[in-house]
């Protein structure tokens, strides 16, 4: 596979290769090991990327084979206004790391990435650019990765109103932050506005609902098992007409990814859940010692 050594906005892997990361890699002796891992919709270059969130699962957890699924770097904000602080760059740093280890990389870029399509059938620093991919799992199924705003119908025929979409979108994610400062202060775990609306609003249950099925069907006429997506930042995973669909959903809202398991299960990390599970024990020992 040809290689390239720079990718739009000055991204070189000797740049981060180079660097030293904000926030340490922590040394944690038992990963957690899966075959595969999916994410998508990180949104770096947003204010919205719950990067820290991301850092801390990287840390956490090695695989064969990780999917970036779209929408990893967000090229409509950045082409508005450069926002790029330092734990954006830890990510790329860790990504990289992982490519040099030996973990197989594959990018599958979405629309707030499209630039990076033009690249498809080169690597960047290890990590393959493709405009789809095929995985195959431990028991043998085929599954469709792609990113899914392909099938966007408000992405197809209205442009200029996705990206007034994405401004009210990035309007909830500031009050999200707002509100989620606030929880942190009060010792409360992160909550998502827009994922708990998402569940109720009628409108974009449909939403949902009809992009599932559209990315589902079309998994089916290209013969496979099933399909990973992202776009909609909504996890999920369930059998659609004999088709498995899989979301692994995102890292501005939900802060999920999707695992492969050695024997071929599959499993969908809620990673905001974890860390907070993971901090509740220590709070009884935090009133104790005070």
């Known amino acids: 596979m040809a290689t390239i050594t720079r990718l739009p906005f000055g991204l070189d892997p000797a740049d981060f290769s180079a660097s030293t990361p904000s926030?340490?890699?922590?040394?944690?002796?038992?990963?957690?090991?899966?075959r595969a891992i999916w994410i998508s919709d990180v949104h770096l270059g947003t204010r919205g990327c719950a990067a820290e969130l991301l850092i801390d699962f990287l840390d956490h957890v090695d695989s064969d084979t990780l999917y970036?699924?779209?929408?990893?770097?967000?090229?409509?904000?950045?082409?508005?206004?450069?926002?790029?602080?330092?734990?954006?760059?830890?990510?790329?740093?860790?990504?990289?790391?992982?490519?040099?280890?030996?973990?197989?990389?594959?990018?599958?870029?979405?629309?707030?990435?499209?630039?990076?399509?033009?690249?498809?059938?080169?690597?960047?620093?290890?990590?393959?650019?493709h405009?789809?991919?095929?995985?195959?799992?431990?028991?043998?199924?085929?599954?469709?990765?792609?990113?899914?705003?392909?099938?966007?119908?408000?992405?197809?025929?209205?442009?200029?109103?996705?990206?007034?979409?994405?401004?009210?979108?990035?309007?909830?994610?500031?009050?999200?932050?707002?509100?989620?400062?606030?929880?942190a202060r009060m010792?409360?775990?992160?909550?998502?506005?827009?994922?708990?609306?998402?569940?109720?609003?009628?409108?974009?249950?449909?939403?949902?609902?009809?992009f599932e099925e559209i990315v589902a069907r079309e998994a089916g006429a290209r013969g496979v098992d099933g399909v990973v997506a992202g776009h909609i930042h909504a996890a999920d995973m369930r059998s659609i007409h004999g088709i498995e669909y899989y979301n692994d959903g995102d890292w501005v809202e939900g802060c999920t990814a999707l695992v492969e398991h050695f024997d071929g299960r599959m499993e969908i990390l809620h990673w905001a859940d974890e860390v907070a599970a993971r901090e509740r024990p220590r709070e009884p020992e935090a009133r104790a010692a005070a």
């Open 23 to 34: 926030i340490p890699e922590r040394v944690i002796t038992e990963r957690r090991r899966y």
């Open 68 to 129: 970036l699924v779209g929408d990893i770097i967000d090229g409509w904000r950045l082409k508005k206004k450069l926002y790029w602080p330092a734990t954006h760059n830890d990510i790329v740093w860790r990504v990289l790391k992982r490519a040099n280890r030996g973990t197989r990389i594959i990018y599958v870029p979405g629309n707030h990435d499209e630039m990076f399509r033009q690249f498809s059938g080169l690597s960047f620093g290890g990590v393959e650019i």
């Open 131 to 183: 405009r789809t991919a095929i995985h195959e799992t431990a028991d043998g199924r085929r599954l469709l990765v792609m990113h899914g705003d392909e099938f966007d119908a408000v992405m197809l025929s209205h442009r200029w109103l996705a990206y007034l979409g994405d401004a009210a979108y990035e309007m909830m994610m500031a009050l999200n932050r707002g509100l989620n400062w606030a929880r």
């Open 187 to 210: 010792g409360l775990p992160y909550w998502s506005i827009s994922k708990y609306a998402k569940a109720k609003v009628k409108n974009a249950v449909e939403f949902i609902s009809k």
